[in-house]
C-alpha cells in the first residue's frame, strides 16, 4: 500500500511540474541590460544624455575565453529634427529601451540552433546614437541639446568589457545588422586592436552593405543622407584615414563598398542581392515613387511587372560589380549573398540555422559562416538571381521584419573572377 501511494505522489509531481518542465525547455533566453556607469567619464552619451547599454550573456565550457559582439541596428538620423524625435525614443535614449532583450540565432545559447557560438560569451550593443557608433559632436541651442557620441559610445563599451574577460579572448567576432552592420565596417580594425595579438578576430556584417546607387529618379538619394550624417554628427574624423584620403568626397567612406578596401582583418559579408531595406529606402525611397507605382511590387515581388524585375536585377548586378574585388583577391574573407527579398538574417533563428533556413550550395548560412571562421575553407557563396528559372513558389512571408522566402534554384559557384563576372 505504501508503494502504491509514493508511486501515485511521484505521478502528481510530475504531473504538476511538466508544464514548467516544457515551458523551460522551449523558453526563449532573456538577458539583462547592463548600463556603462563610467560611460559619462569618456564623454559617451546617448542622443538625450543618458547612458549607453549592451547585454551580456555570459560563455561557457570551451567557448568561455571566446566573444562575439553584435552591434544592433536601426537607421540613422540626418538633422536636428529627426534627432530630437530618435532622442524620445528607444533609438535615441537606453530610458527607452526594453530592459532584457531576447537572444537567437547567433546570439543563441542552444547548440542546436547554433552550434558554432552557442557557448561563446555574447555581447549585444545597444544602439542610441543615430549614426552607426561613429559620430563625435554635440548640439546645444540653449534650450535642446543632443549627444552625438556613438564612437565614444563604442570605445566605453569596449573598456567596460576588457576587464570582464575580453582582454584575454582567445577568439572574437564583431558583428552586427543593418545600421549595426555598417557600424561593423567602420570598427573591424580598430576592435582588432583592443584584443590580444594570439586571439583569432574576424568580422562579419549583416545587411550592412549599403550601396552608394541612384534611385530610379536617378537621385543620389542615400548619398546625400550619408553626407548629412557625416557632417551632422562629426563622423569624418572617425573614418578610416587612408580612405579618406584617397577619395575626392572624404564622406563617401561611410559607405562600406569604399572603406572595405582598407580592412585587415578577416571580414565575412552577409547580404541579400534584393535587400528590403535597401529596396525600399535607397532604389526606390518614397520621393522617387510619388504616385506609388511601386507599391504592389514592394509588398510582394512576385506582383513586380517587367521593367521592375529588370530594375531589381540591375540592383543586385551593381551590389555584385562593388564586391567584384573582394571577392576576386581577399583569401580571408566570406561572402553568402542570397537572393531572399530580406534585412537581416543572422539574429532570426528561421534564417540562421534551422530546416527550412534559405540555402545557396546546400549551406545555411550559419553553416557557411562556420566554415568561414572556423574550418579555414573558402566561403564565398552567391545565389542565382530571382525568381531562379522562373521556378517561384512562395514558402514563407515574414510581413513583421521584412523578409520573404522563396524556394529557389540555389547554384553552386567556381571560386573563379571570370565566373563571377558571368554572374553579374
Not at 530594375?311 to 549573398?337: E, H, K, N
Not at 530571382?386 to 521584412?402: E, H, L, Q, V
Request: contains cysteine.
Amino acid at each position: 500500500m505504501n508503494a502504491a501511494v509514493e508511486i501515485v505522489f511521484i505521478l502528481v509531481l510530475l504531473l504538476s511540474f511538466a508544464p514548467w518542465l516544457i515551458c523551460a525547455k522551449d523558453r526563449r533566453l532573456e538577458v539583462k541590460m547592463t548600463l556603462v556607469q563610467n560611460a559619462s567619464a569618456h564623454g559617451a552619451f546617448c542622443l538625450d544624455g543618458s547612458l549607453p547599454a549592451y547585454h551580456l550573456h555570459r560563455g561557457f565550457g570551451a567557448g568561455a575565453r571566446n566573444w562575439l559582439l553584435q552591434f544592433e541596428g536601426g537607421g540613422w538620423c540626418n538633422d536636428i529634427p529627426s534627432c530630437l524625435e530618435r532622442a524620445q525614443t528607444r533609438r535615441g535614449s537606453t530610458r527607452y529601451m526594453t530592459k532584457y532583450e531576447i537572444f537567437s540565432g547567433i546570439l543563441s545559447n542552444n547548440a542546436s540552433l547554433n552550434p558554432d557560438f552557442y557557448n561563446w560569451n555574447r555581447v549585444k550593443i545597444r544602439y542610441c546614437d543615430g549614426a552607426s557608433f561613429a559620430g563625435n559632436a554635440k548640439f546645444d541651442n540653449g534650450t535642446s541639446s543632443l549627444y552625438f557620441r556613438g564612437q565614444k559610445i563604442w570605445e566605453a563599451i569596449i573598456l567596460d568589457l576588457l576587464p570582464k574577460g575580453l582582454a584575454n579572448a582567445r577568439k572574437a567576432l564583431l558583428s552586427g545588422c543593418s545600421a549595426g552592420g555598417l557600424a561593423t565596417f567602420l570598427h573591424c580594425d580598430e576592435f582588432t586592436k583592443y584584443l590580444p595579438n594570439n586571439a583569432s578576430v574576424k568580422c562579419l556584417s549583416d545587411a550592412g552593405f549599403f550601396l552608394d546607387e541612384r534611385d530610379i529618379s536617378l537621385n543620389h538619394t542615400m548619398r546625400s543622407l550619408y553626407k548629412e550624417i557625416v557632417e551632422l554628427q562629426g563622423v569624418e574624423q572617425n573614418l578610416d584615414k587612408n580612405c579618406t584620403k584617397s577619395l575626392y568626397i572624404p564622406e563617401l567612406c561611410f559607405f562600406p563598398q569604399y572603406a572595405l578596401r582598407y580592412i585587415t582583418t578577416p571580414f565575412f559579408i552577409l547580404n541579400s542581392a534584393y535587400d528590403v531595406f535597401q529596396f525600399h529606402h535607397i532604389l526606390v525611397p518614397p520621393s522617387a515613387d510619388p504616385r506609388g507605382h511601386w507599391n504592389r511590387c514592394k509588398l510582394n515581388p512576385a506582383a513586380c511587372n517587367a521593367h521592375q524585375i529588370d530594375v531589381l536585377q540591375g540592383f543586385r548586378s551593381d551590389m555584385l560589380s562593388a564586391l567584384r574585388f573582394f571577392f576576386a583577391s581577399s583569401r580571408r574573407g566570406g561572402m553568402f549573398i542570397n537572393s531572399c527579398f530580406a534585412h537581416c538574417q543572422s539574429e532570426s533563428q528561421d534564417t540562421w540555422f534551422a530546416v527550412d533556413s534559405p540555402r545557396v550550395h546546400n549551406k545555411t548560412i550559419a553553416e557557411a559562416v562556420g566554415d568561414w571562421y572556423f574550418r579555414g575553407r573558402v566561403t564565398k557563396e552567391i545565389d542565382c538571381p530571382y525568381p531562379c528559372n522562373n521556378s517561384y513558389t512562395s514558402t514563407k512571408y515574414y510581413r513583421g521584419n521584412y523578409s520573404f522566402f522563396y524556394n529557389l534554384s540555389n547554384v553552386s559557384i567556381n571560386k573563379s573572377h571570370s565566373l563571377f563576372n558571368k554572374l553579374i
